[in-house]
């Protein structure tokens, strides 16, 4: 996706790499790889305590942070997954409003109130990870670049969330269900567990588990993989798989917050994800991906957004900062991670 | 029967070329069985339709006498077939660990273990003579040879029964070659039979047992032996021809003719240092030097592909940029990187592409290229060094590796350098084309081209080469003539640093 | 402030002397269309005129959850009051539950809530009413002739909104005897609209009326109708922008009428939620309260009546 | 991106090619490896001509579906070089909004308006390239991976357009600007004429030029490129630059057609963009790229809406049918395209 700069030689196809590489165990650990992005996250906080004070270092504004980076927090460490095994999902927002829409419906709501709430995230589970078992076979058998596929099933998952729910919001009225997840557990909120659950779930299987070094593998360089026994087709059904069920997750989060299910739900979802993987430094072609990286993409923008609202920023003049402060993040992560993992 | 693998009538076609056409062989256990063929007879796509990395078209496959269908690698590998093959199959990212365990990684539940992962793969880098290649490093870090050795060691991981190894000695210097060669004694001892490919015929008799020859898809002969077959009969087999390689006779070099590349204390931390030399137009100057010696890096600064620490480059006494590449082409230098498929392809790209990128200018008038011309001057050169198959318009990734290398050969040769670096050659080149490029390289330095050649065959750097610097650990511990001094004397200096 | 629109017709008097200083957090969909962009300018352009307004504004978003975030972070604040204009009504309901049960006034633009608890006062346009005001204006119009063919172009599909406004739209011409013929759907933008305009355009061949959603959308349905050379029919407008009010007044354009849906809504909404604040009643009332709901008329402008609307309509 | 099967093993990593690209001359000179794409615009056009008749095929209908076609044609026809040059951009739609606001300000059209319109058309072109050239420079220079850059010039340039027109649409007054952008030349609408004359250049420039060879190599194996004397970085640059150059061109399409400019100009362009450009054959990993496969991708597309328009399909149905659409028309493609180029 890059190319090869002048003098300190640098594509991911060359001998010659770039100093970070060297050092695979502080590039996995996370600590060294992501100086930068610390570094970023810390300034901005700093950004917001100077212009907001205690508005923004109090718990409640920090609890309203994690709570935003929660839901496409979910999303963005699936999607850690598809991209680091060399794939992309265009379809997360189509697949958590369709999730959304159909845990919602009159009939799924009047099951979960007769039986259990259980079922209305089972539903929104399972259609997640229908969504993604199709992405993946359309990838993988049907051979089709992971691009356009999933290109064709975010139309198609909007389209049916909409005739599902007849564009209507579809609101909960199973209130167990908003009870439980809108609830807290020790002073944190039930969907930040979720979040921090599902980050050192993803976390272990990326970096634990031979299906995490399968992920690696077949992202790497597929055809080695291949020629290894990896089953490389099916470990990429599973990867998309992986990242519907996510995006059920996430469905189920955002039906908690906003007590609805809608066909309007997860709107560039898929653009906010993939910004927080690669902001985090997973390699967008493949073979590298860091969990602990992507949280703190997740962080930094949402931070972003929280600190711009606190300072009450012309709604333009947001836009060019992001924009800038984007730019700068990324500069200071390459620079600092590159002097850090230097021997 | 003592066959373990029996092939018979194998035939794979790809569009437009029969690559296999009835090939049959049979390997014995605790055999090592030679493959010998030009480059593109074939080889290769045997041994991955061998591996279940493809499949055939027609033929059969018997392994201990029962018929075996190979549908993907995973039944080759179950079946214990395994393979080192000639393109790394790495995966880049992983550590060296990971990559030896690829794909059968010890695990419990799903979870690896890590630290048996560790220790059984700096077990295994032991016992190929490699404790010094860390488990935890990034096999993409790590030079061609060092590749090569994880390779293997992924090879070794497996309990396997049958071992293809698709010239695994091109990137590796003699010394790695004796060290190859004892791992592949241990392995015949315990009657695990051995498949090896190789251009280098003395490596054939050294630890070849029976050989078969490939003759453009085809088997020509089978069961010979390999120690006594003469090297005339198995050129004969192999080109239909009767060629020896030989170095081209030395030329006189004259003391007038004028410096054209002076390099100066070239230093680059914890690679090489204090390097210097000069070159003539037309002498040749060698760098002899063991893998991990420095002699790419060496290259590679004097390009201006890396950035050096202290020193100079100076090509008819101006100085380059240093860490220009565009400041040493514009100079006349060009280099023939040792990394065909990282550093010089363009695989999906024509050949007659490959050829001229470096030359597109001369093709073009405001910048309109004339695709005629361009693919009359590739196809030239294409045939003098007999580049297989002749068309030039493949798409390079589907020549065989040979090819491959001619085609980066090609590139340089078509444009008129004043200095050509050249980083191993003849790399997987056959014995046929061998004797071309040596003859090619001696008509460009008879015009007057300044030549630095690297490369891990003694044999070649003395034969080719006017002087000879020999390098150990990034140091010049020997400067002189090449006819100063012997094959011997340079495998002791690059090994203790000393004449012994 | 020109391209503000001006609100000084409505009441004036005591309620505009400066008292206790209120802050308010005012939060939005993205601007991503002309109304849109209107309804956040006019908003902050109104407080401004107050000495004792501090508006906090949010960044614009389609993501329902940013949005509650947002809203969270004004209770985080404590602001006074929160004028909201929810990306999605539904959505945002229960954090605006939440803002008044931490004792902050949500006032509700545009899109509403589920909960009659979630805001203190609700103002909105009339989307329905507005339908049924293009549809009733369009049967008038095309008096008696039963077999007129006529074309919607409606603005997002995916909004309840835009559907609310379909179902008058269709529910008057039931009245007179006349259905859609040809419906197709544009994003509110201008861009959008040329394209929306120049399919339907092709799909109909002949067409005597069109009812278009949204007049900045409508600046790109004009231009292909302009293109097209085609002049068989009229269009009707819909949130009416000063130019299509322009357009109207001149009385040499295709575009006949425009039904009002106010870009003032968010504005408006200020200056209740400062009232509610400050604990004063709506003027020219004699309610002391300020109303729980107050619905905007979608009134249809036509060249008879454009001059009483033209200051306040939106510069798109 | 996805992984080697092995019969019909398919991926630019593998060895092992689709037979497609084993054609070389076939499949760059769009004839072979176009096939499926004919074929899928075909059968899109007997869908419209049975369900809609006379009203689908009229020379009016084909001018309407070519004007469409032609804004975002030309964006995607630059899009093709930045990918096949190893790149991609997702900032072209507000290149695009910021080119067409910076040509319609008061200042710029009462400069068109006092010597002649050809004031906004530079202004336009200028401020596209301008916006290209940062792009390279941070994506050549700065080392920002592509899609990070050009995140962040999205956010930017979006918000940088709201600025200067204060999100209001400025319509524009320069009547003889109109006339010309929106008249026909020998009955074909000159909107149409661009179209075409862009991807006339573009196809020679890449095929015949050698920038475009440069721009395969630098795509293919930046590496490679720069140690065959490539300027890589500089390439990438003029890679950049030529795209924002294509986004000017489009504005000045777009305010034609719509006489206006505004910031809410080219949304989502990046997506149809790169789908078109993806569809059409062009590897989205680089050193592969077809302008005849992009113009058929942006053909397909535009059809599609106005086949979809003409049938008065809902929007809903509309978005499933083209999710299918698109998978039937790519599976449909490579199966032909792999039977042709098959000798
Ligand atoms: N995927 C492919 N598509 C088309 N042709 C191929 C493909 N792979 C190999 N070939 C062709 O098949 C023939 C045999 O190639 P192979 O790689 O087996 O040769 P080889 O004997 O290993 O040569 P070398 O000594 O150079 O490695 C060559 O002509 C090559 O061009
Ligand atoms: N087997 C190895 N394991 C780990 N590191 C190695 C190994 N071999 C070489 N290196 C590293 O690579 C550097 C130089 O390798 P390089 O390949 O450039 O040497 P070379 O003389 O060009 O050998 P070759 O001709 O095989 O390329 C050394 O500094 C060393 O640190
Ligand atoms: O966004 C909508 C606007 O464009 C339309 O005209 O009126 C209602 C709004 O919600
Ligand atoms: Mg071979
Ligand atoms: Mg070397």
Redesign the interface.
């Given at each position: 996706m890059s190319e090869a700069p002048e003098q300190t030689a640098s594509t991911q196809a060359t001998v010659t790499q770039p100093a970070a590489a060297r050092a695979p165990n502080l590039l996995r650990s996370g600590a060294g790889r992501n100086v930068g992005l610390v570094v970023a996250l810390v300034l901005l906080c700093i950004v917001g305590i100077v212009t907001a004070g205690d508005r923004f270092a109090s718990g409640a504004n920090v609890l309203t942070i994690l709570r935003l980076a929660a839901v496409i927090g979910v999303v963005s460490i699936g999607m850690t997954f598809v991209i680091t095994g060399g794939g992309i999902d265009l379809s997360v927002g189509a697949m958590v409003a369709l999730a959304s829409v159909w845990a919602t419906t009159l009939a799924t709501q009047q099951l979960a109130a007769d039986f259990h709430w259980i079922m209305m995230v089972s539903t929104a589970l399972l259609v997640g990870a229908a969504c993604g078992l199709v992405n993946g076979l359309l990838v993988a058998y049907g051979k089709i670049v992971p691009f356009v596929a999933t290109l064709a099933m975010l139309a198609a998952a909007r389209g049916l969330a909409e005739i599902i729910s007849d564009r209507r919001t579809q609101i909960i009225t199973v209130n167990p269900f908003v009870d439980f997840f809108g609830g807290s557990l020790i002073g944190v909120p039930v969907l930040v567990w979720i979040f921090l659950l599902v980050a050192a779930a993803g976390w272990v299987l990326l970096n634990r588990t031979t299906f995490g070094r399968r992920t690696f593998a077949v992202g790497g360089n597929a055809e080695a993989a291949r020629l290894a026994g990896i089953k490389v087709q099916r470990h990429t059904v599973a990867l998309y798989i992986l990242l519907g069920l996510c995006c059920g997750i996430a469905a189920v989060m955002l039906m908690a917050r906003t007590t609805t299910g809608s066909a309007t739900h997860g709107q560039l979802y898929e653009l906010d994800a993939i910004a927080a993987v690669v902001i985090g430094g997973t390699l967008l072609s493949g073979g590298r991906g860091t969990i602990v990286g992507t949280v703190f993409g997740v962080l930094i923008f949402t931070t972003l957004n929280n600190v711009f609202t606190l300072n009450n920023l012309s709604i333009s003049a947001q836009s060019v900062a992001k924009g800038l402060i984007i730019v700068i993040a990324v500069l200071l992560q390459q620079r600092l991670a590159a002097r850090t993992t230097r021997p | 029967m003592n066959d373990l693998l029996t092939m018979t009538g194998i035939v794979k076609e790809?569009?437009?070329v029969r690559a296999l056409d009835g090939v049959d062989l049979d390997v014995r256990r605790g055999e090592v069985h030679c493959l010998l063929g030009q480059n593109g007879a074939g080889k290769s796509t045997l041994i991955r339709v061998l591996?279940g990395?493809?499949?055939p078209d027609a033929g059969t496959i018997h392994l201990n006498g029962e018929e075996a269908r190979l549908?993907?690698?995973?039944d080759a590998?179950q079946r214990g077939i395994a393979?080192i093959?000639q393109?790394l199959?790495?995966?880049?990212?992983?550590?060296v660990a990971?990559n030896i365990f690829?794909?059968?990684?010890p695990?419990r539940f799903?979870?690896?273990r890590?630290h048996q992962a560790t220790s059984r793969a700096r077990e295994i880098l032991r016992s190929l003579g490699h404790s010094e290649i860390p488990p935890?490093?990034?096999v993409?870090?790590?030079?061609?040879a060092g590749q090569q050795v994880v390779s293997m060691a992924?090879a070794l991981s497996r309990d396997a029964r049958l071992i293809v190894m698709d010239e695994p000695s091109a990137v590796l210097d003699p010394e790695e070659v004796a060290n190859l060669f004892r791992v592949i004694r241990g392995l015949t001892e315990r009657d695990v039979a051995v498949v090896y490919i190789s251009h280098r015929l003395e490596e054939i008799r050294q630890i070849g047992d029976r050989v078969t020859v490939l003759k453009d898809g085809a088997t020509v002969a089978t069961g010979l032996d390999a120690r006594e077959t003469p090297t005339k009969e198995l050129i004969r087999l192999m080109t239909g021809r009767s060629i020896e390689y030989v170095f081209p006779p030395r030329r006189e070099i004259l003391g007038t003719a004028p410096v054209v590349l002076e390099v100066a204390d070239l230093t680059r931390p914890a690679e090489f240092a204090d390097i210097g030399f000069t070159v003539r137009a037309g002498e040749i100057l060698g760098l002899a030097g063991l893998v991990g010696s420095g002699r790419s890096e060496v290259l590679e600064t004097v390009?201006g592909?890396?950035?050096a620490a202290t020193g100079s480059v100076r090509v008819d006494g101006r100085l380059l940029r240093s860490?220009?590449?565009?400041s040493a082409?514009k100079a006349g230098v060009g280099?023939a990187?040792e990394?065909r498929k990282?550093?010089?392809?363009?695989?999906?790209?024509?050949v007659y592409?490959n050829i001229t990128?470096?030359t597109?200018?001369r093709f073009?008038s405001a910048?309109?290229?004339n695709?005629r011309a361009e693919r009359e001057a590739a196809a030239e050169l294409a045939r003098a060094l007999d580049v297989r198959p002749s068309g030039v318009?493949?798409?390079v990734?589907?020549l065989s590796g040979g090819n491959q290398q001619k085609v980066v050969l090609a590139?340089w040769l078509l444009r008129d350098c004043r200095v050509l670096l050249l980083d191993e050659p003849t790399r997987g080149v056959d014995v046929g084309a061998r004797s071309e490029i040596y003859a090619l390289i001696h008509k460009l330095a008879a015009n007057g081209v300044a030549i630095v050649l690297v490369s891990s065959e003694v044999e070649e750097v003395l034969g080719l080469a006017d002087r000879v610097v020999v390098l150990r650990e990034g140091r010049a511990v020997h400067t002189g003539p090449a006819q100063d001094i012997d094959e011997h004397q340079v495998l002791d200096l690059v090994m203790e640093g000393s004449v012994a | 402030e020109k391209n503000a629109p001006a609100t000084q017709a409505v009441a004036k008097g005591k309620n505009d002397e400066p008292g206790k200083k209120v802050r308010i957090g005012f939060s939005a969909p993205a601007a991503d269309h002309g109304w849109m962009g209107a309804i956040t300018k006019a908003t902050q352009a109104e407080a401004k005129k107050y000495s004792d307004i501090e508006l906090i504004v949010a960044e614009g978003t389609n993501d329902v959850n940013l949005q509650i975030s947002q809203v969270e972070t004004f209770i985080n604040q404590k602001v006074d009051a929160i004028v909201l204009l929810p990306f999605d009504g539904a959505a945002l309901t229960p954090v605006a539950t939440k803002a008044m049960e931490a004792g902050i006034t949500v006032v509700n633009v545009d899109r509403e809530f589920d909960s009659p608890f979630a805001a203190r006062t609700t103002i909105l346009g009339d989307n329905y009413g507005m339908g049924v005001s293009a549809g009733t204006y369009v049967c008038q119009q095309l008096k008696g002739k039963t077999d007129a063919v006529v074309a919607e172009i409606a603005g997002i599909d995916s909004l309840p909104l835009t559907q609310d406004r379909s179902k008058g739209f269709k529910e008057a011409l039931a009245d007179c005897g006349l259905k859609v013929s040809n419906r197709v759907a544009a994003k509110f933008t201008v861009e959008s609209g040329e394209e929306a305009a120049a399919n339907l355009l092709q799909a109909a061949p002949k067409i005597d009326a069109i009812w278009n959603h949204d007049d900045d959308q409508g600046v790109g349905v004009m231009a292909a109708i302009k293109n097209s050379g085609r002049k068989e029919f009229f269009v009707v407008g819909g949130a009416g922008s000063a130019n299509v009010m322009r357009d109207i007044k001149s009385g040499n354009s295709l575009l006949r009428a425009t039904v009002i849906y106010p870009s003032t809504q968010g504005a408006d909404g200020v200056r209740l939620a400062r009232l509610l604040v400050q604990k004063k009643a709506l003027g020219d009332l004699v309610e002391v309260e300020v109303p729980r709901t107050i619905q905007l008329f979608a009134p249809v402008v036509s060249k008879d009546n454009v001059d009483q609307y033209l200051p306040t309509a939106f510069e798109s």
């Open positions: - | 790809f569009p437009g591996t990395a493809h499949q549908n993907s690698p995973t590998i393979a093959y393109e199959d790495l995966v880049p990212e992983l550590t990971e690829l794909g059968h990684e695990a799903g979870f690896s890590r935890h490093r990034t993409g870090s790590l030079p061609a992924r390009y592909a890396r950035r860490g220009s590449v565009q082409v280099l990187p990394e990282s550093q010089a392809l363009l695989l999906d790209e024509a592409k990128v470096s597109m200018q073009a910048g309109f290229l695709g318009e493949h798409p990734r589907n590139r | -």
